[in-house]
């Protein structure tokens, strides 16, 4: 590395990630429910039947940036993960681009 590069802050300084109860319609919330019902009767453990969404929001001021419906609750298990990874590892500017999110709010300086 060149003594004279700056380190690029990573986006996990100005971002965090959640997982949030997904905001479904009635039909796809009893559509959710009846299939773990379904489920549940041949021997599953029913957790499908609350839907969950990943959400990306700004530190400082909470604002929501990013909102992925992911279905299931382990597969937004899987994706906040997946997200968790790119926070540490990209600048705000190429997380938001990679994962299609926005943020209209300029940085502090």
């Known amino acids: 590395m060149n003594s004279e590069e700056v380190p690029q802050p990573h986006a996990a300084s100005d971002y965090e990630v959640d997982m949030e109860q997904s905001d479904d319609s009635p039909v796809r ?7 773990a019902l379904v489920n549940g ?3 599953g453990d029913g ?4 839907g969950a969404s990943v959400v990306v ?11 992925i419906n ?5 597969e937004a298990e899987s994706l906040v993960s997946m997200v968790r ?8 500017e190429d997380f ?8 209209d709010v300029e940085p502090a300086l």
């Open 96 to 103: 938001l681009l990679r994962w299609g999110g926005h943020d």
């Open 47 to 50: 957790a499908d039947a609350v």
């Open 41 to 43: 009767f041949f021997g």
């Open 85 to 92: 990874s790119d926070l540490e590892e990209l600048s705000d």
């Open 57 to 67: 929001h700004r530190i400082d001021n909470d604002a929501e940036v990013l909102r």
């Open 29 to 35: 919330a009893a559509a959710r429910w009846a299939a």
């Open 70 to 74: 992911a279905g299931t609750i382990g």
